[in-house]
């Protein structure tokens, strides 16, 4: 063999092992993705729609071949590889009986436990959690004439004394969802203290969600916090952007008549197209809006990176459902806070616009401001920079129980006629009453 063969078959192992060393490293990377994005999916950080949609583009990233070269034996590999991690993401499912109502089947549905190995030879996996799939009927509020009250318990956050406060209401909550998000179906809802106002209730499809009630406290503290920091004495709306943004005012709602004293999530109702801007994972919509991650930014800046304010989503600039990341209390604003990692995402994906520009805050990333959406009137603020937020991150995430004694089984219960309670509401007349548990 001369020189010049020699050389050109040393070149081709070469080029044979880089390669190969390519083909690892891609497969690699997109099984750790896998594994990412089942992280995120049993954390119920994304729907399982996102998961599906997610995992076949990885697969098909991962099974196809963009090079002639690549050598089929190798094909196989990467295939089988896939295979087996793919069947270890795929989660049996099962289904339970439960009632026909569209509420009951909300509330109803049991969490599966995880499933041990039948007889040693199978590892044990774990069944997919059984979220029923119910009608969701756009339809505006019901007849509320023909829909009984009930008594409950309203739980109101102050932020700024860090408490909670009780007080007793009635309240009308209509039996068919009207809407839902990847979580929750939304109820239209009638506060009798306040019966020209609209509200919704929003109860969770898990049912674990209902004898850990937390996330409730853990959600209308986390609007609380976000309200802070549009409304406090240094906070965005002070800086008098071009665009002034707000918080729906949450509570808490006690179900005190309700089966098994469930809780749920109540707002105002607000009418218009609703938009997600952000999540927090990282993902920014392709909506030419400045304000709700110039908002997202601030919080993140007037926090000395403590804090960051996500999950932006509303009606224009009224938003709501906001997910808190916090480095320094992680388990303070339940399993959608990231901490650090969360900041991250955030800083990864965020471009600054003429708002952050305006507001003075740090260009992390480097890249060109974002010239396009709104534009504030001035370059920037006269006081030359932004003041602190004050926030005390050793009060945070303290939810109570609704009372010393926990939730009772039942508090009391409705067996009046329908006329007895028409009398007793003065002339509401009402519709057949039965009990459900309310998430």
Same mark, same amino acid.
């Given at each position: 063999m001369n020189e010049n063969d020699l050389t050109t078959k040393l070149l081709q192992q070469q080029s044979t092992a880089?390669?190969?060393?390519?083909? #690892?490293?891609?497969?690699?990377?997109?099984?750790?993705?896998?594994?990412?994005?089942?992280?995120? @999916?049993?954390? #119920?950080?994304?729907?399982?729609?996102?998961?599906?949609?997610?995992?076949?583009?990885?697969?098909? #990233?991962?099974?196809?071949?963009?090079?002639?070269?690549?050598?089929?034996?190798?094909?196989?590999?990467?295939?089988?590889?896939?295979?087996?991690?793919?069947t270890s993401l795929d989660e049996s499912k099962t289904s339970d009986q439960v009632s026909a109502d569209p509420m009951n089947i909300v509330l109803a549905e049991n969490v599966l436990a995880e499933n041990g190995g039948n007889d040693g030879a199978q590892p044990k996996q774990r069944k997919k959690r059984n979220r029923k799939k119910i009608d969701v009927i756009k339809h505006g509020p019901p007849d509320w004439s023909k829909i009984r009250s009930e008594k409950a318990e309203k739980w109101t956050y102050s932020y700024s004394e860090e408490k909670w406060y009780k007080e007793q209401c009635k309240v009308k909550i209509d039996e068919v969802p009207f809407d839902k998000g990847g979580l929750r179906y939304v109820f239209h809802l009638q506060d009798l203290s306040i019966p020209g106002r609209k509200y919704v209730a929003k109860m969770s499809q898990d049912m674990r969600?209902?004898?850990?009630?937390?996330?409730?406290?853990?959600?209308?503290?986390?609007?609380?916090?976000?309200?802070?920091?549009?409304?406090?004495?240094?906070?965005?709306?002070? @800086?008098?952007?071009?665009?002034?943004v707000d918080f729906l005012d949450a509570y808490v709602l006690h179900l005190k008549q309700r089966e098994g004293s469930p809780v749920c999530h109540v707002e105002q109702y607000i009418a218009g197209e609703y938009k997600k801007y952000n999540n927090n994972t990282g993902w920014v919509s392709n909506d030419d809006r400045n304000t709700p991650h110039a908002f997202a930014h601030f919080t993140y800046q007037a926090s000395k990176g403590k804090l960051l304010v996500c999950d932006i989503q509303g009606v224009n600039d009224i938003y709501t459902d906001p997910q808190v990341h916090s480095s320094q209390n992680v388990k303070a604003f339940g399993r959608g806070n990231l901490g650090e990692q969360g900041f991250a995402n955030f800083l990864r994906t965020h471009r600054c616009n003429r708002i952050c520009q305006y507001l003075t805050l740090t260009n992390i990333n480097q890249l060109p401001i974002k010239q396009m959406g709104t534009v504030p009137a001035n370059t920037q603020i006269a006081s030359g920079g932004i003041a602190t937020v004050p926030f005390d991150f050793e009060k945070s995430g303290n939810a109570p129980l609704l009372s010393d004694q926990g939730f009772p089984k039942i508090v009391e219960s409705i067996d009046e006629s329908p006329e007895i309670q028409d009398q007793k509401n003065k002339g509401e007349s009402s519709s057949c009453w039965s009990f459900c548990v309310v998430l």
């Open positions: 880089s390669s190969t060393a390519k083909d #690892e490293y891609a497969a690699n990377s997109c099984i750790q993705r896998l594994k990412h994005l089942k992280t995120l @999916y049993d954390n #119920e950080l994304i729907t399982e729609n996102d998961f599906e949609t997610r995992k076949s583009q990885i697969v098909d #990233e991962l099974t196809g071949t963009s090079s002639g070269t690549v050598k089929t034996t190798r094909r196989k590999i990467s295939t089988q590889r896939n295979s087996s991690l793919v969600d209902n004898i850990k009630k937390e996330i409730y406290f853990n959600d209308v503290r986390m609007q609380a916090i976000a309200r802070f920091f549009c409304h406090g004495i240094t906070g965005y709306n002070s @800086y008098n952007p071009p665009k002034k």
